[in-house]
């Protein structure tokens, strides 16, 4: 004990964890975990221990296997025992030089002190029956003081629940957990509210597992089917030996669940001693190693929203070598189990929860963007009503006084008002409302076909560098969605039902500004031409940048000087140096016209080399 006690475990919750383990096994319905001033008192209401029954005895072996048969591994309330060895009885030494012991079982006391240090006898030091007694438990049950211990629990309640909660998720109504300090009390009852509603994203395997769903929440309840999934517990055959030297072929099966935080945001509200992103692995329902993320991983940004918590019973199974490292904190990286689930998790398990991950997000900016949209309408529609109603009272208004005061009859009056309506009309003034139009607005459209998406991609990637929003721009075939047909839009006509509602039927007088991507790709684009005819209708100002040696025509402003690029033989775009200054020129001129902080020319021409291949002439 004076070796194994302190180095065995390196932090307080894996020392909490085996010993509500304990408590687990011993068929505890309530387990308290007390933070007093000078102990850290674990203590359970289970059928605790008897010394005349040998109780005491098995307790106090080390590393002496436990569960031979089917019928050891199940305690009498047909639970599955975590224990295996004995030796979590020793993690309380960790924390503490000294640990009394305090048990009671059908009226029986015992108890003793474990140490780190030996006595000369050999012999541990007995209690009293008076010092035998309870905190919060009457009758049977078992408490484990650990006196003075050199690590606290300074954390919040709550943060210490979430804590537990990783390591320790065999909490139900018939297991709970209580922590306590002083006057305050959290209780840890029930591990899937907890957990599974703050998550966006769920894959269970095996049936056992399927019962997280009922705690599965989504505001895209349409989409369910693609953020929960379960499935089939995975097996891999392994082949290895056994104890005793003999080859056999065992199948790994895993069970559990992966998920994903809907978000993270708030969740550090202290630095706790876990991470909140985890894989953790259990065997038998007892955690042997936190996190195997970091090994399966390729540290992509999503990861960090990614947790679960995978149960390997092979990995205890007694005729099989012990595979736990001795700090009894992780699993031995080349048994062959092990390297089976971290291949399963990293080629499938992680890839399927990261590409679902993906989905919701998409579904978050689809929702936003329907919104976003949605308001834009009503203030339109608000827009104008404010309008017909000024035109109509002013006018109306106004020519009734207008006859009061020149005595005119009522056949001049009807001509005053009609007069004043059709000065009203032709001057409407900009309303409030406008201002909040207009900047809910696109502000310029890269007309294009999808064949010239090279073209389109260099000048969207150029307008962003100089510090155009994505959001005020309209590019069908963006890569980046936000600059994409508002999705609220795809079930009516697309781009041209957005554009006629805010840019043709509008009350606002903004008007979009057009980028035409030309080539002979054009005259064959339906949607092009149509774009084209827009925007020679309402008049809007274009710049034109063409592929030789297509020649844009009228309607077009093609007497204006456009941009041009070239194609090699490959179909590669290319373009002289004097075509990338004019292409920065025109990139500047934009920005200037809509009010953009725009880049230096140099800075532009440097840019642009990096997107497109540039020749001397």
């Known amino acids: 004990m004076e070796l194994l006690g302190p180095s065995l475990y390196t ?32 203590e359970d209401d289970g059928k605790g221990m008897s010394y005349a029954d040998g109780d005491i005895q098995k307790y106090l072996n080390v590393a002496a296997v436990s569960r031979n048969t089917d019928a050891e591994s199940l305690t009498p309330m047909k639970r599955k025992k975590m224990g295996r060895k004995g030796v979590g009885k020793l993690a309380a030494l960790s924390v503490s030089e000294n640990v009394l012991i305090k048990t009671i079982s059908n009226g029986e006391k015992s108890g003793f002190v ?22 919060r438990v009457s009758g049977n049950g078992t408490s484990v003081v650990m006196q003075n211990p050199q690590y606290k629990l300074h ?40 957990m599974i509603s ?33 499935k089939p517990l995975a097996t891999m055959p392994i082949s290895m030996d056994d104890k005793s030297g003999v080859e056999h ?15 993270t945001r708030g969740r550090k509200v202290e630095l706790t001693d876990f991470p909140d992103n985890f894989i953790s692995l259990y065997a038998n329902q007892k955690m042997g190693e936190f996190n195997i993320l970091p090994v399966v991983g390729q540290n992509k940004l999503n990861e960090v929203y990614v947790v679960g918590q995978l149960h390997v019973d092979i990995f205890e199974l007694t005729e099989l070598p012990d595979m736990a490292l001795s700090n009894r904190q992780g699993y031995k990286t080349d048994d062959p189990r092990y ?54 009272n002013t006018a109306k208004k106004a020519a009734q006084k207008i006859s009061s005061r020149l005595g005119i009859s009522t056949e001049q009056a009807d001509e005053v008002e009609a007069i004043l309506s059709d000065e009203i009309n032709t001057n409407s003034p900009d309303m409030g409302i ?21 073209l389109a991609d260099i000048i969207y990637n150029m307008l962003v560098f100089n510090n155009v929003p994505p959001e005020d721009i309209i ?134 080399s990096t997107l497109v291949k540039v020749t001397p002439r």
Not at 367 to 384: D, G, I, M, Y
């Open 11 to 42: 932090n307080i919750y894996y020392v909490l964890a085996e010993l509500i383990a304990n408590a687990y096994d011993a068929d505890a319905h309530n387990v308290y975990i007390i933070a007093n001033k000078d102990d850290i008192t674990v």
């Open 114 to 135: 474990l140490s780190r240090h030996i006595n000369d006898n050999n012999l541990l030091v007995p209690l009293t029956d008076e010092q035998i007694s309870f905190e």
């Open 155 to 194: 954390s919040t309640l709550k943060a210490i629940k979430r804590n537990l909660l990783k390591i320790f998720p065999l909490v139900n109504e018939k297991f709970k957990i209580h922590l306590i300090r002083g006057t305050e009390a959290e209780t840890i009852e029930n591990f899937d509210k907890e």
């Open 198 to 230: 703050e998550l966006s994203t769920l894959i269970t395997l095996g049936d056992e597992f399927t019962y997280l769903n009922d705690f599965f929440q989504t505001p895209y309840g349409n989409e369910i089917a693609e953020l929960r999934k379960n």
């Open 249 to 263: 072929t065992y199948n790994v099966e895993i069970k559990g669940w992966i998920g994903t935080y809907t978000s």
């Open 339 to 392: 390297q089976a689930v971290l291949d399963y998790v990293r080629k499938t398990l992680l890839p399927d929860i990261l590409k679902m991950r993906d989905l919701f997000v998409s579904l978050g900016k689809k929702k936003k963007e329907e919104k976003k949209l949605e308001q834009q309408r009503q203030n339109e529609a608000s827009f104008k009503k404010s309008v017909d109603t000024f035109r109509k």
């Open 434 to 454: 406008k201002s909040i139009i207009d900047s809910q607005k696109k502000k310029l459209l890269i007309s294009q076909t999808y064949r010239d998406k090279d």
């Open 475 to 608: 590019y069908t075939n963006c890569d980046d969605e936000v600059s994409r047909i508002p999705e609220g839009d795809v079930g009516k006509s697309g781009i041209y039902d957005y554009l006629r509602d805010f840019f043709v039927d509008s009350y606002s007088t903004q008007k979009i500004y057009v980028i035409f991507v030309t080539s002979h790709n054009t005259k064959s684009s339906w949607g092009a031409l149509m774009e084209v005819g827009a925007a020679w209708i309402t008049q809007v100002e274009h710049k034109i940048f063409n592929i030789y040696d297509f020649r844009p025509e009228h309607p077009l402003d093609d007497e204006q000087q456009w941009h041009s690029s070239s194609r090699d033989d490959d179909g590669n775009l290319y373009m002289s140096k004097l075509s990338v200054d004019i292409f920065a020129q025109k990139i500047e001129y934009i920005c200037d016209k809509l009010g953009y902080k725009k880049r230096t020319r140099q800075e532009n021409k440097d840019h642009l």
